[in-house]
């Protein structure tokens, strides 16, 4: 028989469904970490008198944004093509780190570059070039052509290392006799897809000194395009860049303006808050199939689907923060309409009063839920860190353990063991209040009044803050919600998080530069809240800030 | 892949012989093996290396017991599967993942971050690069990451220090990446070769023009994807194997079959192997949290995981043995496999001249813990080490007492099976763990 763990075990009790943060291809523990410790206090610093940009540092593109830059070079060209897999940090997959190319990576780019300059040029190059090359090394169509390819690949136009490199790519694959003009051609685009150019969003300090630089338009132009659109920048922003049109503010905001009415961001804002709240934990859950037999029949698909229905629905109503968190709608398809029990409509339907917001949709809810039953410390936990913003990290050295099953007691009445013991009530004493008020929805999402044992539940709870700014006591997820979306603690929160994906950054409270950050984000949470929570303004906001259009840089 | 077809002069002694040519006196006697043909292999190191890695710990008392001596060890319902391999195995029993125990996060991603490469947090490469590193020879790829389950870069398996590497679940995507090239005629892979060298030269001459206009700090992390371009170098020269490609597999949903992938995976390695692409596999089980597969062994009930935490005994179901016996019977398939498989080098099948490591996260699977692991090693461990034996540290009733060995020690031992006898310690050293290898293991 298996032993029992001693319970004389001086070990920290903590939930086993926070384990399942380990989830296939998160690195959110370990060196990659914030290395974070315990609760921090969420409040914002109220004099920033310095705004000084932050660090930034080299960020690689993300697998969606590579695809529409090789695609708006050559449509229809990466279909099938691998690419290295996409990392998560907590939750977010634009994080920096996570943009270090690792061996295989290198290959997969390398062969992807290669497989996709193979498909792309035509025995008669003439068709691409627009002009017949020579063989000759200084080919005047050649140069020509990766002139124009190399700037709409590379986002500006070529240094002139660049150009030599290329054309002399070019003469030296040609020369060969062994290969075609053809193969030259294929050469020069492969070592431009190849190239560090493409795949980063660099910052040039060649031509630059002082420890602060205003970013070049051209970088601006990409920055601004990757971020509101996850694509390269158009024509538009490109014509900008060129002429010196994105150096003020003024030009900024512009364009901003012009890019957040566009569906593309409608996208990325979807995507943002997928990776904010964690949502992709729903790709490949399993649930139990006897006590949720619509999990069997694609309920997890129906999920993804209206994720971002829900938020182009939010966006093209009036795209604020409070709509998120608290909308009385949903966008459903007939699985989601019988688990939210809306009735036969599909598409955009009323809520019940047990339901609001994003918080409330199965996606949130069955993501952070076991198989069987919810996962009040994983919904916690998740809020805390992501909503409220506050540093709460893992002890070392734990030894996770599960309140064992017992249908005669509720998940919370087996879960509050870990609040008896001192050294696990720190965190949870500020967990449970938030996750516990989760319980009157079941693993997918359903709304119950009973658990699955039969037994009542109990969801009230307690949303807290650890400086105590934000404090209702609540009961049921609907009432989460609410006191969520009108708290100045979220909403600040909020725009911290938009902030540290536009920066590629997982922000830290108490990381040493931490103050840095904090007054740009004081900056922005000031604008965000000016403009009642609009997420349009919050972009302005961020793309208009320093800490967006310059760069602090040791060189 | 029939093992049959290993029989049809697929695995013709063209390339070995190339390389202990050009590749120095360490080739030399598998080169004369090769040419002599029936010669018994000399005592030497095993040829190959295989992990296999499955999340979720074990149950100890189910697994194997230990007896009076270490022959006479007892093998329980789990390894039932590998009854008639009970010889060709060395349980290595009650030993502690250290580095697991100090990496942070919890039981889960300590154990990714701690197990497989025995330093806290990612801080090393992980065993099979370890191994790969000493016994490759010029011209061979890096090791093969194979998954059963969706593909996945989960941290296990690290080519560095805090670089994971992914783990491939789609058997044809194997087949692709790595046996594609084996159907291309010679003359195309040479044109190709000819040009992709060339291309690389300029990418390089890209990262060095950027890396000048950058501030410092970038410089260092474009510098470190600059390092993995001598890997696309490495492939593209990587000698032609005089081998045929085995079948391509069928497009399927290898998520839905893992019974069918994993055989897939295994014939896939073999044939790896078999061409002496690379000497190192490795096949992880990157579904290892809530397998569907397994809710049928529980009565219904989906939740494996917390079936783990909750050891056996919960609503009666004796499931939990049944499951990991599951992954059992996948391990005989494959070992059954190496074993149909003819030794391409020498004499004897391709198992005796494979290690194959087979590892978990957990000692016990309801503590999430990495105290008194159950560890087996099959296959080799070289000439003249004797298998059919368990070794026992610790009895994992005293789970928590820890044990004086640790994975660093049994990493160590694995190293010196394969010839590395100059490394001292591999990893870690914690407190109260013994430098070198495993007492008594080889």
Known sequence: ?555 | MRPDKHKTGAFTLGRRAFLAGTGGAILALPFLESIHGTARAAPGVPRRFLVWHQGQGTQWDRLALPGATPESFTMGPILEPLAGFRDRLAIVRGIDSRAGNVSEGDGHISAIAGTLCASPNRGAASIDQLVWDRIRVAGQRSPLHLAVGRTARIGRFLSAANEPVESEGDPLAVWDSTFASLTVPEEDVTRRRRRRLRTLDAVRESFATLRTRLPSEDRARLDRHAAHLDEIETRLTATRAACEAPTRPLGYDHNADWVRSANDMFDLTIAAFGCELTPVVTIEWTDDHDPAIFSSYLGGYGNWHEMVHSGEGMRGIEGLATSYRWYAERFAELLTKLDATPEPMGEGSMLDHTTILWSTDFGYGAGHNKNSMQTILAGTLGAGVPLGRMLSFVDPENLWEGSPMSNNNLFTSLLHAFGARDVAHVGYMGTGVSTGPVPGLL
């Open chain 1, 1 to 555: 028989m298996a032993p029992l763990v001693p319970s004389s075990r001086r070990a920290a009790l903590v939930s086993v469904l926070v384990a399942l943060a380990g989830c296939v291809g998160d690195l959110d523990a370990g060196p990659l970490g914030s290395g974070g410790r315990g609760p921090v206090s969420p409040t914002e610093p109220t004099v920033c008198t310095d705004p000084a940009p932050g660090a930034a540092p080299l960020r690689r593109i993300t697998e969606t944004q590579w695809r529409a830059t090789v695609e708006a070079l050559f449509p229809g060209s990466t279909g099938g093509v691998a690419f290295p897999r996409t990392l998560y940090r907590r939750g977010y997959r634009t994080d920096a780190v996570l943009g270090e190319v690792s061996r295989d990576g290198s290959v997969a780019i390398g062969d992807a570059s290669a497989a996709i300059a193979e498909a792309v040029v035509p025995a008669d190059v003439s068709r691409l070039l627009g002009c017949t090359p020579t063989t000759d090394a200084a080919d005047a169509c050649l140069a020509r052509y990766v002139e124009q390819f190399g700037a709409r690949a590379f986002r500006r136009p070529l240094h002139a290392e660049e150009r030599a490199t290329f054309t002399a790519l070019y003469a030296d694959l040609v020369g060969d006799e062994a290969l075609s003009v053809q193969e030259g051609v294929v050469g020069v685009v492969e070592a431009i897809l190849a190239s560090p150019q493409l795949h980063y969003l660099t910052t040039d300090v060649a031509d630059s000194d002082g420890e602060v630089i205003h970013l070049p338009d051209h970088a601006i132009a990409e920055r601004m395009s990757y971020l509101l659109w996850n694509e390269p920048p158009d024509e538009t922003l490109r014509a900008a860049a060129d002429e010196g049109r994105l150096s003020s503010r003024e030009d900024i905001e512009r364009e901003t303006r012009r890019m957040v009415t566009d569906a593309r961001t409608t996208r990325m804002i979807s995507g943002f808050v997928e990776d904010w709240l964690e949502l992709h934990r729903v790709r490949g859950m399993t649930k139990d199939p006897t006590a949720f037999p619509a999990w069997a029949s694609g309920l997890a698909g129906s999920i993804q689907a209206e994720h971002e229905a829900f938020v182009t629905q939010v966006m093209n109503d009036d795209g604020r923060l409070h709509t998120l968190l608290a909308a009385d709608f949903a966008v459903v398809d007939p699985r989601l309409a019988e688990i939210y029990g809306t009735g036969s409509g599909e598409g955009r339907v009323a809520l019940g009063p047990e339901r609001r917001g994003i918080l409330n949709l199965s996606g949130f809810l069955a993501g952070h839920a076991g198989a069987t039953e919810p996962a009040p410390v994983l919904r916690g936990v998740t809020v805390i860190r992501q909503v409220l913003c506050e540093d709460m990290e893992l002890p070392v050295g734990l030894a996770v353990t599960s309140p064992p099953q017992d249908p005669t007691r509720t998940t919370r009445e087996r879960f509050n063991a870990h609040r008896a013991d001192p050294v696990c009530a720190g965190c949870h004493d500020r967990i449970d209040p938030i996750g516990f008020a989760f319980e009157d929805f079941d693993a997918v999402g359903e709304h119950r009044n009973r658990d699955e044992n039969g037994l009542s539940v109990d969801a009230t709870g307690r949303v807290r803050s650890v400086d105590g700014a934000l404090d209702v006591r609540v009961d049921g997820g609907a009432e989460v919600a609410d006191a969520l979306a009108a708290s100045p603690v979220v909403r600040s929160c909020f725009a911290r998080q938009v902030f540290g994906y536009a920066e590629g950054r997982v922000l830290s409270r108490i990381a040493s530069d931490a103050a840095i950050d904090n007054c740009a984000v004081s900056q922005i949470a000031a604008q965000f809240a000016e403009s009642d929570g609009d997420i349009r303004e919050l972009l302005v906001a961020i793309t208009t800030s320093e800490a967006f259009r310059e760069r602090r840089i040791e060189r």
